[in-house]
């Protein structure tokens, strides 16, 4: 029996199973637009996990209605009522604080905001009379009432406090202008939501980093997840003592060896961003990634001084390559209007002089990872033809590294004057970097948050877990964290 299967038996509000796709979320998440995520399941894996859901709702419907009985929780009528009423007397984004004397927004009684356990979640009714997926386990935090970027599964009976990591479409998926509970998140985040989503300011509570938080009786405090602008791992510290740490989607770095917050905490359960939990998946490290995208500027620039630099982005992500070739390059970097507009959300200084909506005064532009085809780069490349003869361009992704290749052996595409050199420069952790953050932080318990939608994926994971976890490898690690600290 793996940990999620574990897990499940003893928590009566994981009735939802893990999601019995095959598909791995590798796979899924490669073929998603820009780099966010959006996955979908084939018609037939649907009605298999449909159907697994239902029956799982019939063999555990007695049970469930025996354990919510005796709860004598406040009804939903009332839940709502008391957001409402907290939601008419709130105002603009920075003008709160969570930690402040003031009651929570969602008033509840002494058991339901200190349980044990999340509410049991009831079985709700979609359109047609189609049953409403359940948020799965791994997306509540133990012994609390709040959910992380679990947005796609409706309003989520029990819970309290709705947390975003960052500003991805597969993380914030189901969260609209209509929303109206409580959501938490960092300041770059909850500009973007408001922004982008129309969300409403009195539904949002941004939250400072490195400064702890009181909501619902927990201590909540934001760490930076070095993922993408505004993205954030929650370390949850309940007074029970018990402490979960959620990465959210994070690149590891030694660095956060350093955190106080991390250092001087026991941690019970680590909810881990396992996008790329194999070995194959062993790629360089950031620095060295921009270095390569510099230097292959450099070489294209003495070869042909009006080569046309193009870099790949997400929504948001990518940011620090784009920098590294405009500081090269000595120009401004072009971003359509829309860009610009995200990126004033950001609130970095640097990153907002070196931008411009002038296509015509900057060597260095913007565009959309999936729009650097060398056909359509062939076609942008004649829309600037009087100003430069050939173009070189940059996709920064994870997902192009090749096991055991180096940097110097990468290959590009080329088609006619258009170059295309595919970067292994991830925002994710490497494998080795997610053993090395797994040793360091050593929880007890560690819960994949990322292509856990089969049974061996899971059991893979858990099998790395244990061996990274093991007396031997907490040895190796020391040993290899001192002599890098002295070298």
Not at 146 to 160: E, H, L
Not at 204 to 226: T, Y
Not at 254 to 271: G, H, T, V, W, Y
Not at 425 to 452: A, D, I, K, M
Request: net charge positive.
């Amino acid at each position: 029996m793996d940990l999620f299967q574990s897990i499940r038996k003893v928590n009566l509000h994981t009735t939802d199973d893990i999601p019995a796709s095959g598909t791995t979320y590798a796979r899924r998440k490669r073929h998603s637009y820009a780099g966010t995520g959006d996955a979908t399941f084939g018609s037939k894996e649907k009605t298999k996990r449909v159907r697994s859901v239902g029956c799982l709702e019939q063999q555990n419907q007695t049970s469930l209605l025996q354990f919510m009985a005796p709860l004598k929780r406040k009804s939903l009528e009332s839940v709502t009522a008391s957001r409402m009423a907290h939601n008419s007397a709130s105002a603009g984004l920075s003008s709160r604080d969570p930690s402040s004397g003031s009651r929570d927004p969602i008033s509840l009684s002494e058991q339901d905001r200190h349980g044990d356990k999340p509410p049991v979640p009831k079985l709700l009714s979609g359109r047609g009379g189609s049953k409403r997926r359940h948020c799965p386990f791994y997306k509540w935090i133990p012994g609390t009432g709040f959910t992380v970027d679990a947005f796609s599964y409706g309003t989520i009976p029990g819970c309290r406090g709705y947390f975003l990591s960052h500003f991805h479409s597969d993380h914030y998926q189901g969260l609209k202008g209509s929303f109206e509970h409580t959501m938490y998140c960092s300041k770059v985040t909850a500009n973007l939501v408001a922004k982008c989503l129309k969300v409403r300011s009195e539904c949002i509570f941004p939250l400072p980093f490195n400064e702890p938080r009181v909501i619902d009786g927990v201590e909540v405090i934001l760490l930076d997840a070095n993922h993408c602008p505004g993205s954030a791992m929650f370390l949850f510290r309940l007074r029970s003592g018990l402490n979960y740490l959620h990465t959210g989607d994070f690149r590891a770095t030694r660095a956060m060896q350093s955190f106080p917050e991390l250092s001087d905490c026991r941690i019970n359960q680590l909810f881990l961003d396992t996008t790329y939990c194999s070995p194959e998946h062993d790629f360089p490290e950031q620095s060295e990634a921009i270095s390569f995208v510099v230097r292959k500027t450099q070489e294209a620039l003495r070869q042909n001084p009006w080569t046309l630099i193009v870099s790949g982005t997400y929504t948001v992500g990518k940011e620090k390559v784009f920098l590294a070739i405009s500081e090269t390059v000595g120009s401004q970097v072009y971003v359509d209007k829309e860009k610009m507009g995200l990126m004033h959300c950001l609130e970095w200084e640097q990153l907002a002089r070196s931008l411009t909506s002038d296509p015509h005064g900057a060597q260095v532009h913007v565009l959309s990872i999936g729009e650097l085809t060398l056909e359509n780069l062939s076609s942008y490349l004649e829309q600037y033809s009087h100003n430069y003869t050939a173009l070189l361009a940059f996709k920064p992704t994870g997902w192009t590294y090749k096991s055991k290749c180096s940097l110097a052996a990468t290959q590009a595409q080329t088609r006619g004057a258009v170059t295309i050199y595919g970067v292994p420069y991830s925002e994710h952790s490497s494998y080795s970097e997610l053993r090395e953050f797994v040793q360091f932080v050593s929880p007890q318990r560690v819960v994949p948050t990322v292509g856990n939608g089969s049974e061996r994926g899971r059991q893979k994971m858990q099998q790395h877990f244990a061996m990274w976890l093991s007396s031997e490898s907490r040895a190796i690690a020391r040993q290899t964290t001192l002599d890098g600290l002295f070298k």
